[in-house]
C-alpha cells in the first residue's frame, strides 16, 4: 500500500461538540464529548483537553476527528472516535481547528 492508498484508509471528518463534560473516571484529565457528525449521526469521544479548553468553550467547536477506529472504553465511557490536536511546546493538546463553516460529516482530503 503506498502512503497516498494509506491515507485513504483513515476516515477524517468534521464534526461540532455538542456537549462536553469532566471524565470524572479518567486517569489522565479528560472530557466527555458528544460530536454530531451530520449524516453520520453522533459520536462519543474521551479526550485529553482539559489543560487547555473548558467544557463550556468547547461546545459548538467544529472539531476534526477519525471516524473509523475501533471503539475504545475510556474509563467506563465508549470513545468511538478520535479527535485530532498536536502537542503545544508543554505537551498539552492543541485541537485541530477548521478556518470556516463547513457541513457537519465532510470527509477530510
Do not use: C, H
Not at 28 to 34: D, F, I, M, N, Q
Not at 63 to 81: D, I, Q
Amino acid at each position: 500500500m503506498d502512503s497516498v492508498e494509506a491515507f485513504g484508509v483513515l476516515d477524517l471528518r468534521v464534526g461540532r461538540v455538542t456537549r462536553a463534560a469532566p471524565n470524572e473516571r479518567a486517569r489522565k484529565p479528560s472530557y466527555k464529548l458528544w460530536i454530531d457528525f451530520g449524516p453520520l449521526g453522533e459520536k462519543t469521544s474521551s479526550a485529553q483537553l482539559s489543560a487547555l479548553y473548558r467544557a463550556e468553550e468547547l461546545v459548538g467547536r467544529l472539531v476534526v476527528a477519525a471516524v473509523n477506529l475501533a471503539t475504545r472504553n475510556v474509563a467506563g465511557f465508549p470513545s468511538e472516535v478520535l479527535v485530532l490536536g498536536v502537542p503545544s511546546e508543554k505537551g498539552e493538546v492543541v485541537l485541530l481547528g477548521v478556518e470556516r463553516e463547513v457541513p457537519l460529516g465532510g470527509r477530510v482530503y
